[in-house]
Antibody, heavy 120, light 106 residues
Framework: QVQLVESGGGLVQPGGSLRLSCAGS????????MSWIRQAPGKALEWISY????????YYADSVRGRFTISRDNARNSVFLQMNSLRAEDTAVYYC?????????????WGQGTLVTVSS | EIVMTQSPATLSVSPGERATLSCRAS??????VAWYQQRPGQAPRLLIS???TRATGIPARFSGSGSGTEFTLTISSLQSEDFALYYC????????FGQGTKLEIK
């Protein structure tokens, strides 16, 4: 079964850290760029980061650059998002999504999402 | 940043009728547009890529058109499961999404 499953969300205080994980199955994970996309409550989708299939190139949206770090472990078919210095405005459902075999493609497979709440 | 503007924000249509959703890009993006459907409490699902190519398993009643800055998603005969939120997204220069169109039952 082709799927992505996120984990690691939860409640964290402002300034705190959290690490999200996303496990892929049913496809050759190492062939694909992977992204993290978030959706604040009642808001639109916001792309925040991607990582190249080989793991050597990463890009970030301005809203998270310098605070979030994306990484992957192709041997474990997983992608991660380390989130530091969290702010209230980072509260959202975080989705991992599969891109294509090259950059700048759309997202054809999404996980179910994991909720991150930043609050004291 | 390329801004994607969707209209209308809410569209009320009766089952069996046609729905037309619009998306405008702030600059030309060729055909690098995707459309997604999001039902309440669910993740987005890819419907259309490359402005007009249906994703695997998407019914033929969904069609996309446009190029440059103007794009359209058409649902030819609305089924009950089609009433949801729809997003357009550009992937010509990084990635940005529109604000969404809520398709509701009239």
């Amino acid at each position: 079964q082709v799927q992505l499953v996120e984990s690691g969300g939860g409640l964290v205080q402002p300034g705190g850290s959290l690490r999200l994980s996303c496990a892929g199955s049913g496809f050759t994970f190492s062939d694909y760029y992977m992204s993290w996309i978030r959706q604040a409550p009642g808001k639109a989708l916001e792309w925040i980061s991607y990582i190249r299939s080989s793991g050597d190139i990463m890009y970030y949206a301005d809203s998270v650059r310098g605070r979030f770090t994306i990484s992957r472990d192709n041997a474990r078919n997983s992608v991660f998002l380390q989130m530091n210095s969290l702010r209230a405005e980072d509260t959202a459902v975080y989705y991992c999504a599969r891109g294509g075999p090259r950059e700048l493609t759309c997202f054809d497979l999404w996980g179910q999402g994991t909720l991150v709440t930043v609050s004291s | 940043e390329i801004v994607m503007t969707q209209s209308p924000a809410t569209l009320s249509v009766s089952p069996g009728e046609r729905a037309t959703l619009s998306c405008r890009a702030s600059q030309s993006i060729s055909n690098k547009v995707a459309w997604y459907q999001q039902r309440p409490g669910q993740a987005p699902r890819l419907l259309i890529s490359g402005a007009s190519t249906r994703a695997t398993g998407i019914p033929a009643r969904f069609s996309g058109s446009g190029s440059g800055t103007e794009f359209t998603l058409t649902i030819s005969s609305l089924q009950s499961e089609d009433f949801a939120l729809y997003y357009c997204q550009q992937y010509n220069h990084w990635y940005t999404f529109g604000q969404g169109t809520k398709l509701e039952i009239k």
